[in-house]
């Protein structure tokens, strides 16, 4: 019953399962429909939410239309709602009448990035007072471990996605963005505020590098191929001034 | 919680929406309590979990299930309920309630309320979830009549019976939607009065109130759709005066989940509420406007 019943919901070329019934004797379809559109319509607006400048760029009619295909070719896994779209970027790459926007399935990495960040773990943020600490420690900084906040999400895109976002709340021109220009993204939440900031594509190598737990020397070497004007010490006061780290530590401290 | 099915105050009640926190923490309206998704605050951290901690600090919790899935064929889902368990030990709600329905399937969460035929085999395995969850969640639930467009042929049993079974063999509370209700009745061409009178309304935990979209079927009967989209409807307000003549005053929350109003539309439908329940021993209509 509840597998034909959930197979006829997301499929619309799929009638309603057999055994229903309306008092008046009419057709149950009708009546069967009113699911198959909750179901869609909820996701596409659970979507909408996560998305809302994808949904500004392509128009609410295309963004629709496209989301209720995503939504029926990816239901979500989980009733946790705030994880459903983590694929929606992978599925605009392949969705063919969007590939007029190639900044697009950026753009919803970026939005997913904020939605992420708003709901990543608690953390207490590295202090300077701490971070300054942990620096003097001589000849083995090279070897301190950086720990990126829960909070902190990064991008870097072949498009203005920063730009084309910031458009989007009302900082600067979409008109004057020039779409050549490639562009990094820190996204970061202080005070329990979610913040998108634009950062050189150095930092977003020096997090990566970060995240897969290398040493501080290992860290910078990474962002400088990346950025040849990457700047050590700018990139920690700017990580550090956003919460985006919470402990700078000796690998013999870090584990356990 | 205590051992009874809530322990919400006989007041109303809004549901918290996050645009609405900020309001609600300048204001704090004279509303009894405060009700969730709990899904919505199944989040490992940041404003969602402590904006209800600031909320909880001055106003009842009321718990709402959305995807528990008591209705489902599927056996409950062990991290689903271990969530709800952290939450209820986090924020302390006055009471948990969830739906006579199921959402998923197959791996897949479609993020509706969907219906079940009412039998004996469901009837048990109804009962199966509701015990199990509540031995799980250390807690009575309330347990939600649906809004429903259709019937099962194979259905065997009415849907206040099913309930009216459901409460007698678990011990659980109701939690009984008006508006459902009324819906329900409209869409299967029954009288919402004769459904309510045969729930079994002193296991009576919560109430809630919620607004409708009206359609109409393939021959052109009225079809009501549960939008909660809007306010609440007169035939629903009537109702629920009946009700309260029977039960005296029971807390009552007004859902408004599509469509969200700025603030002070939702606090003044939650206060026309709470006019009502104000009047319920002596009931004289228009008094709340």
Redo the contacts between chains.
């Keep these: 019953?509840?597998?034909a019943?959930?197979r006829a919901?997301?499929d619309p070329h799929t009638p309603p399962p057999a055994?229903?019934?309306?008092?008046?004797?009419?057709?149950?379809?009708?009546?069967?429909a009113?699911?198959r559109n909750?179901?869609v319509a909820?996701?596409v607006?659970?979507l909408t939410e996560t998305f809302p400048v994808v949904q500004a760029l392509v128009g609410e009619e295309f963004f629709r239309a496209m989301a209720a295909v995503f939504v029926r070719l990816q239901?979500?896994?989980?009733?946790?709602?705030?994880g459903y779209g983590a694929g929606f970027a992978g599925f605009i790459e392949t969705f063919a009448p969007a590939h007029g926007l190639p900044y697009l399935p950026d753009l919803a990495r970026l939005e997913f990035a904020r939605v992420a960040?708003?709901?990543?773990?608690?953390?207490v943020p590295l202090s300077a007072q701490s971070a300054a600490g942990a620096l003097s420690c001589g000849e083995r900084v090279g070897a301190l471990r950086l720990v990126v906040h829960?909070?902190a999400r990064w991008l870097a895109s072949r498009h203005p996605v920063v730009s084309l976002w910031a458009a989007h709340q009302g900082e600067g021109e979409l008109q004057q963005i020039d779409l050549s220009q490639p562009e990094s993204a820190l996204v970061v939440?202080p005070a329990?505020?979610v913040l998108v900031l634009r950062c050189d594509a150095g930092t977003t190598a020096f997090l990566d590098a970060a995240a897969q737990q290398r040493g501080l020397a290992d860290c910078a070497r990474a962002a400088m191929q990346a950025h040849a004007g990457f700047d050590l010490t700018a990139t920690l006061s700017l990580l550090m001034a956003h919460g985006a780290l919470s402990a700078l530590t000796l690998p013999s401290e870090s584990t356990p | 919680m205590p051992a009874g099915v809530s322990t919400l105050p006989a007041q109303a009640g809004a549901g918290l929406k996050p645009q609405h926190v900020d309001h609600v923490l300048r204001e704090r309206p004279p509303l009894g309590f405060f009700e969730v998704h709990a899904e919505n605050y199944m989040v490992a951290g940041g404003p969602f979990p402590r904006h209800l901690e600031r909320v909880r600090e001055h106003r009842a919790l009321s718990l709402h299930g959305v995807a528990l899935g008591l209705g489902g064929a599927a056996p409950l889902d062990r991290a689903h309920l271990d969530r709800l368990a952290g939450l209820i030990a986090r924020f302390q709600p006055a009471a948990f309630s969830e739906h006579l329905a199921w959402s998923s399937h197959g791996g897949s969460f479609l993020n509706d309320l969907l219906p079940l035929p009412y039998e004996e085999r469901t009837l048990a395995r109804v009962c199966a979830h509701v015990q199990q969850a509540q031995e799980h969640l250390g807690c009575r639930l309330l347990l939600e009549n649906p809004s429903t467009y259709f019937e099962f042929e194979s259905s065997t049993l009415a849907e206040a019976q099913f309930l009216c079974e459901v409460v007698g063999r678990t011990g659980c509370g109701l939690l009984l939607d008006v508006n459902n209700a009324h819906v329900s009745c409209v869409n299967r061409g029954a009288d919402a009065w004769t459904f309510i009178a045969a729930l079994p309304l002193d296991a009576i935990g919560e109430i809630h109130l919620a607004g409708f979209a009206r359609d109409t079927d393939a021959a052109g009967a009225p079809l009501l759709i549960d939008d909660h989209g809007r306010a609440v409807d007169a035939a629903v307000w009537a109702l629920y005066r009946r009700v309260l003549e029977r039960t005296g005053p029971v807390a009552t929350l007004i859902e408004w989940d599509n469509a969200v109003p700025a603030w002070p539309v939702l606090r003044d439908e939650a206060l026309k509420a709470q006019c009502v329940l104000d009047h319920c021993r002596a009931p004289a209509e228009g008094v709340c406007a």
């Design positions: 019953m509840n597998a019943f959930a919901l997301l055994g229903l019934r309306a008092w008046n004797g009419s057709d149950p379809a009708r009546r069967f009113v699911h909750n179901v909820s996701l607006d659970a239901p979500p896994a989980s009733p946790l709602l705030h960040s708003c709901h990543a773990a608690d953390a829960p909070a939440r329990h505020h």
